[in-house]
């Protein structure tokens, strides 16, 4: 499995931005304000052999779980592949898995989500490995089905 640290990254590029980043002993809790001034959250999983980072797929979220703080306030607006993948980027640690479940329902960004993957694995780019990337849903089943064709 391969890894990956981003050495430089052009913040001319970035849509997103560091507002504040929140440590423990194995964990990271990093809060960044997107362009229109709202915040989303990512967290990155200290590991022995590297790091596991949790990604937000959206502003909020319209499922409601009660174990979840996420849709407290409502679903806002879904965020588009490049504030997905800059999540990731914006690390700066040694991350070789990937995992959406931070803010929101992954599925219900379905578009933006396989598009974030096709960038993180694309060869070209970060060349994530597939076998490093889990997509945590609660379920639409009918975009659950279309991911196995499409990632």
Request: charged residues 20%; contains cysteine.
């Amino acid at each position: 499995m391969s890894n990956f640290i981003l050495q430089s990254t052009h913040k001319k590029n970035l849509s997103i931005s560091t507002k504040k980043v929140y440590k423990s002993s194995d964990t990271e809790k990093y809060v960044y304000e997107l362009k229109d001034n709202r915040y989303i959250e990512t967290v990155f999983i200290k590991r022995r052999d590297g790091g596991t980072v949790c990604v937000s797929t959206q502003v909020g979220c319209s499922v409601g779980c009660i174990f979840c703080e996420s849709g407290r306030n409502g679903f806002v607006r879904n965020l588009t592949p490049s504030e997905i993948v800059q999540q990731v980027i914006l690390i700066r640690q040694k991350v070789n898995r990937i995992v959406f479940m931070g803010m929101g329902e992954p599925l219900f960004n379905y578009d933006n989500l396989i598009a974030a993957i096709h960038i993180l694995r694309d060869r070209n780019g970060l060349n994530f490995p597939t076998d490093g990337i889990t997509v945590s849903t609660v379920g639409p089943v009918n975009q659950l089905k279309n991911c196995a064709k499409n990632i």
